[in-house]
Nanobody, 115 residues
Framework: QVQLVESGGGLVQAGGSLRLSCAAS????????MGWYRQAPGKQRELVAT???????NYADSVKGRFTISRDNAKNSVFLQMNMLKPEDTAVYYC?????????WGQGTQVTVSS
């Protein structure tokens, strides 16, 4: 069982920046994929960004060029740098760790972007 704890969310004005962190209770070095997802009120959870164990990244079109995902296996952590934030980025952001057999989710952190 891997526990994931997100932090770094908050209230920011449009155009601002936030850095989200996700700390895992166990090693993530063998996690195939680490990812960030988000869910806005009344909407389905959607992929924001992922990073593989080999360092390959993937982003939703809506965040390309503004968000950067990174992982630090030594610290059992994954990060999401969010720049040029927009009101439509408002959501609860979740961290996900995907291993060969199991996937784990964090509890989420709220990001609110005011216009």
């Amino acid at each position: 069982q891997v526990q994931l704890v997100e932090s770094g969310g908050g209230l920011v004005q449009a155009g601002g920046s936030l850095r989200l962190s996700c700390a895992a209770s166990q090693s993530i070095s063998n996690a195939n994929v680490m990812g960030w997802y988000r869910q806005a009120p009344g909407k389905q959870r959607e992929l924001v960004a992922t990073v593989t164990s080999g360092g390959s990244t993937n982003y939703a079109d809506s965040v390309k060029g503004r968000f950067t995902i990174s992982r630090d296996n030594a610290k059992n952590s994954v990060f999401l740098q969010m720049n040029m934030l927009k009101p439509e980025d408002t959501a609860v952001y979740y961290c996900k760790a995907s291993y060969v057999l199991w996937s784990y989710w964090g509890q989420g952190t709220q990001v609110t972007v005011s216009s």
